[in-house]
């Protein structure tokens, strides 16, 4: 059974950074886009990065220049570091396996979730 848990949500001042951990037990994840999503109270899943096989990195337009992602297929495990955060980035991050070696941004190019970790930034 593939599982993916995430960890490293809280509460941060905006301003700060995070740095969010995704593990992932039953598979690895060598050969599979891993990315990472978000969502708001009230809105609607939204992409944040991926990172394919071969390790290249996507990332929304909204969130360049932010946030990094980065894997560790050694480790199963997926990164996603973000800096100059805003109140407008509290959320529950999601990660997710992506069904081959390359994914995009659609959640339904991803068949495992994990259950998510909150983000809160405060003013």
């Known amino acids: 059974q593939v599982q993916l848990v995430e960890s490293g949500g809280g509460l941060v001042q905006a301003g700060g950074s995070l740095r969010l951990t995704c593990v992932t037990s039953?598979?690895?994840?060598?050969?599979?886009?891993m990315a990472w999503f978000r969502q708001a109270p009230g809105k609607e899943r939204e992409f944040v990065a991926t990172?394919?096989?071969?390790?290249?990195?996507v990332y929304a337009d909204s969130m360049k220049g932010r946030f990094t992602i980065s894997r560790d297929d050694a480790k199963n495990t997926v990164i996603l570091q973000g800096t100059s955060l805003k109140v407008e980035d509290t959320a529950i991050y999601y990660c997710?396996?992506?069904?081959?070696?390359?994914?995009?941004?659609?959640?339904?190019?991803?068949?495992?979730w994990g259950q998510g970790t909150q983000v809160t930034v405060s003013s």
């Open positions: 997710a396996r992506g069904r081959s070696a390359i994914g995009g941004s659609e959640a339904r190019e991803y068949d495992y």
């Open positions: 039953g598979s690895a994840i060598r050969g599979y886009a």
């Open positions: 990172i394919w096989g071969s390790g290249t990195a």
